[in-house]
Nanobody
Framework: QVQLVESGGGLVQAGGSLRLSCAAS????????MGWYRHAPGKQRELVAR???????IYADSVKGRFTISRDNAKNTVYLQMNSLKPEDTAVYYC???????WGQGTQVTVSS
């Protein structure tokens, strides 16, 4: 049984930083691409960043230069370092084991102005 558990969300002031973690269990983690998505009220869920099994990354234009996705295959964990946070980054952030339909439960990120 695959489980993805996010952590690290919270309330931060604009300009601040947060680091999200997503710990995976029950799957051969290192073989899969991992994604971070976010869902803000009144908006569609969007891809924030993705990292392949080989470590290649892509980012949404809105977070390029501010967010960094990384993975530690030994710990079955993917991270999202978020710097220079803006109020428009406020959303529930989810991690995904790409292509499998498995998602975490989400972690709330709130950025105050």
């Amino acid at each position: 049984q695959v489980q993805l558990v996010e952590s690290g969300g919270g309330l931060v002031q604009a300009g601040g930083s947060l680091r999200l973690s997503c710990a995976a269990s029950g799957s051969p983690f290192s073989f899969y691409a991992m994604g971070w998505y976010r869902h803000a009220p009144g908006k569609q869920r969007e891809l924030v960043a993705r990292i392949t099994s080989g470590g290649s990354t892509i980012y949404a234009d809105s977070v390029k230069g501010r967010f960094t996705i990384s993975r530690d295959n030994a710990k079955n964990t993917v991270y999202l370092q978020m710097n220079s946070l803006k109020p428009e980054d406020t959303a529930v952030y989810y991690c995904s084991l790409e292509g499998t339909g498995y998602w975490g439960q989400g972690t709330q990120v709130t950025v105050s102005s």
